[in-house]
């Protein structure tokens, strides 16, 4: 299992990005893509979770309304739109994948430590 991700850079606030997670050695049919983020000096943020198998999502508070998340199952590649983009989006950005469709996170914790493979990071910067 391999993962990339990509599409990071500066942006003004504002402004919009789209990160890409290209995925590889698995099919795509029963997994949750997950999006995590780590600010300078901070814990790792669970920030979106994309389940493969019925599109659905979800998505923290800290972003919800301004982030969206798609898929391309022939490209095994989910996107990450984020729109409105504040400072405080800054961060290194990851795409992880476990298996099956994502957790309630309306009930559990959002927790790296329950994904199993991870991508490199790609760094989002917003400047004021």
């Known amino acids: 299992v391999q993962l990339q991700a990509s599409g990071g850079g500066l942006v003004q606030a504002g402004g919009s990005l789209r990160l890409s997670c290209a995925a590889s050695?698995?099919?795509?049919?029963?997994?949750?893509i997950g999006w995590f983020r780590q600010a300078p000096g901070k814990e790792r943020e669970g920030v979106s979770c994309?389940?493969?198998?019925?599109?659905?999502?979800y998505f923290a508070d800290s972003v919800k309304g301004r982030f969206t998340i798609s898929s391309d199952n022939a490209k095994n590649t989910v996107y990450l739109q984020m729109n409105s983009l504040k400072p405080e989006d800054t961060a290194v950005y990851y795409c992880a994948v476990e298996a099956g469709p994502c957790r309630d996170y309306e009930y559990d914790e959002f927790e790296a430590d329950d994904y199993d493979y991870w991508g490199q990071g790609t760094l989002v910067t917003v400047s004021s």
């Open positions: 994309f389940s493969t198998s019925d599109g659905s999502t």
């Open positions: 050695g698995f099919t795509f049919d029963d997994w949750a």
